[in-house]
């Protein structure tokens, strides 16, 4: 059974800092991993959507990497920025039988104070 | 386009009560879930649907029925609601199962008395 799981679950940074999102997995045979933010009370927006055969995706100052073989995906932000404070959600896609759902980890909740 | 709706954005329900959560996609996707999200347990799936006329149970199905007659609606039915069902609720889509993105809703946050 995948299980994901998010490092720290909580994190505090000045404003401009660049910072790492980490996100585990425990079944390598996973078929992409998505990447959220969530809002309070809002829903969930996609950022970037890694496929099993890619390393990396960028978008604007944020770049996602996906390591199979260890189990890890991270999410750098660059020069972060106020308007990034949210819950930062990672997902990943079964392959074969179990590509049918994400599977979330819970989530972390990033602050970044002006 | 709308993406993904939902409605309502808010209700409370009191025990063995029914009612049907509303979705929508104006995106022509063929894959459709429904997920929920409780403190500290995550986004769980509840049920989801592969195109009109076909859907499935994910991990939490109990107390839940849903139906697909169009490509663009699914809704998700309470039966008979429970406080144990108190939690937000998502609709998401994609253009297919496996490789593609999934688009979420803005929520339903439900209340069971």
């Known amino acids: 059974k995948q299980e994901v799981t998010q490092i720290p679950a909580a994190l505090s940074v000045p404003e401009g800092e660049n910072l790492v999102l980490n996100c585990s997995f425990t079944d390598s045979a996973i078929y992409n991993l998505q990447w959220f933010r969530q809002d309070p009370g809002k829903g969930l927006t996609s950022l970037l959507l890694?496929?099993?055969?890619?390393r990396e995706q960028t978008s604007g100052r944020l770049n996602a990497s996906l390591d199979k073989s260890s189990g890890r995906s991270t999410l750098y932000i660059a020069a972060s920025q106020p308007g990034d404070s949210a819950t930062y959600l990672c997902a990943g896609r079964g392959s074969g039988g179990s590509n049918y759902k994400l599977t979330f980890g819970k989530g972390t909740l990033l602050t970044v104070n002006p | 386009n709308a993406g993904v709706t939902q409605t309502p954005k808010f209700q409370v329900l009191k025990t063995g009560q029914s009612m049907t959560l509303q979705c929508a996609q104006d995106m022509n996707h063929e894959y459709m879930s429904w997920y929920r999200q409780d403190p500290g347990m995550g986004l769980r799936l509840i049920h989801y649907s592969v195109g009109a006329g076909i859907t499935d149970q994910g991990e939490v199905p109990n107390g839940y029925n849903v139906s697909r007659s169009t490509t663009e609606d699914f809704p998700l039915r309470l039966l008979s609601a429970a406080p144990s069902q108190t939690s937000v609720y998502f609709c998401a889509s994609s253009y297919s199962i496996g490789d593609n993105e999934q688009f979420f809703g803005p929520g339903t946050r439900l209340t069971v008395l």
């Open positions: 890694i496929q099993s055969s890619q």
